[in-house]
């Protein structure tokens, strides 16, 4: 577990030790200079940090606080294929270091060594960097895309990643760039991610997960014979947790677990369909429409150690990692700049990565305990400090100083507000009973 002068230790490492090394590696810095790579990693990650959109002049007052004099031209000049390449290690050396906090007062987590939340998202980026980072092109995307692939533990607030690959890649392709998932971990992930030979390999290593059930998988009793999918699952009722096995000659044994959805939501589904049916030229089956009224999951889960609601209320826990890509780019414009020139947005798409990791640490040792707290409001408090951060990490104020007081800020703020018609994530899962 990290503690705020562990985190301080992190971000130091990061913005000075690392960065002076990446930028002697890179070629970015070849002799002693005014703006060596360390300031210029803090002039950016900082700058941005703290506003989003900063012009070139805001970049040089960030320069200012760190002790550097320097011309927003000056800024300007360092943006090259060198200075991406040196952002680059940077990001690679944040993401390297772990940083995870006590788990919340959430019971269902500590059944479980950890619960991580998996997805991708892209950035498209200017068709000259279609060689650095390729896109799908034609009618499926850009000519450059940058796909980042990231883990959120639940439980201890850990990341990992983003993971960055080719735009073009599919997600599970990307998942071989993060970490092996250690036994006793649950994982659930999107239907992009769905792959029954992954998960038997997953259940042969002892790691549990969560998924939507894909339209159209095998579905077979525990006798052996097919179900009818979805027209059998009128007769079991608006909730059933049911063993079956699914796949084709080489069958998985899952629970299947299935919830009756509102008819209007069920309405939306199909109307969603039909729309995507009309772009592909293509009609929806019978099948494909009799599944909208239900969502479906399969699990490895033992019974024992998480009932049907449990499972419920986790898979809905999955939309965690999509809040924090909203985050990234709604708070954080990791996929906005103002300049054409596309190697400074190449160093900008890196180096707001950089500044959302930092933001992301400290959001965990200030008020990851809390599970009523919200990363959107307590991200707006990290960013109102961001000067207060760069100024210690020039050595005016102690860096911990300024991190125990945005702790003391969250803490006493930046709640979710509870809901009652329609209670948010963290509610039901604390409403879930501490023994399975």
């Keep these: 577990m990290s503690t705020i002068p562990q985190v301080c230790a992190a971000i130091m490492r990061t913005v000075t030790t690392e960065a002076e090394l990446a930028g002697r590696e890179s070629g970015l810095v070849r002799r002693k200079r005014k703006l060596s790579g360390d300031k210029l990693a803090q002039i950016l990650v900082f700058g941005w940090l703290n506003q989003a959109q900063a012009t070139l002049e805001g970049l040089s007052q960030t320069a200012l606080t760190l002790g550097v004099k320097v011309s927003p031209q000056a800024i300007d000049q360092r943006f090259s294929p060198a200075a991406a390449a040196f952002l680059e290690r940077v990001l690679q050396a944040a993401v390297g270091e772990v940083v995870s906090v006590a788990s919340p007062a959430i019971a269902v987590f500590q059944r479980f060594k950890g619960v991580l939340v998996q997805d991708s998202s892209v950035v498209m980026l200017p068709q000259e960097l279609k060689e650095v980072w390729p896109g799908c092109g034609g009618k499926r995307g850009g000519q450059s895309a940058l796909k980042l692939h990231v883990r959120l533990d639940l439980k201890g607030g850990g990341l990992e990643g983003p993971a960055l690959t080719p735009g073009r890649w599919h997600d599970q392709r990307g998942t071989g760039e993060l970490p092996p998932v250690p036994q006793g971990v649950l994982q659930l992930r999107d239907l992009g991610y769905f792959n029954l030979g992954d998960?038997?390999?997953?259940?042969?290593?002892?790691?549990?997960?969560?998924?939507?059930?894909?339209?159209?998988?095998?579905?077979?009793?525990?006798?052996?014979?097919?179900?009818?999918?979805?027209?059998?699952?009128?007769?079991l009722g608006p909730r059933f947790d049911l063993p079956v096995e699914v796949g084709g000659q080489c069958r998985l044994k899952v629970r299947l677990i299935g919830t009756k959805v509102p008819p209007e939501v069920a309405a939306e589904r199909r109307r969603k369909l039909r729309e995507w049916g009309r772009k592909k030229m293509r009609q929806p089956s019978q099948q494909q429409l009799g599944w909208c009224d239900w969502t479906l999951f399969i699990t490895n889960i033992p019974t024992p150690l998480a009932g049907i609601e449990d499972v419920l209320v986790l898979a809905r826990a999955r939309w965690q990692i999509e809040?924090?890509?909203?985050?990234?780019?709604?708070?954080?414009?990791?996929?906005q700049w103002r300049s054409q020139n596309p190697w400074r947005i190449l160093c900008e798409v890196y180096a707001k990565l950089v500044a959302v990791i930092i933001q992301h640490w400290v959001l965990l040792v200030s008020g990851w305990s809390y599970p009523d707290r919200s990363l959107m409001k307590g991200s707006q408090t990290v960013?109102?400090?961001?000067?207060?951060?760069?100024a210690a990490v020039a050595g005016v104020i102690q860096l911990e100083v300024v991190l125990e007081q945005i702790a003391r800020c969250i803490a006493s703020g930046c709640r979710i507000n509870r809901r009652r018609g329609r209670p948010g994530t963290y509610q039901l899962l604390m409403a879930l009973d501490s023994n399975p």
Aim: glycine share 10%.
């Design 383 to 390: 960013r109102n400090y961001a000067t207060m951060m760069a």
């Design 323 to 335: 809040l924090v890509f909203k985050l990234w780019k709604q708070h954080g414009q990791i996929d």
């Design 199 to 235: 998960f038997a390999q997953m259940t042969q290593q002892g790691v549990y997960f969560i998924s939507r059930l894909k339209t159209g998988t095998k579905v077979f009793g525990e006798d052996g014979v097919e179900l009818k999918m979805p027209e059998m699952l009128g007769n």
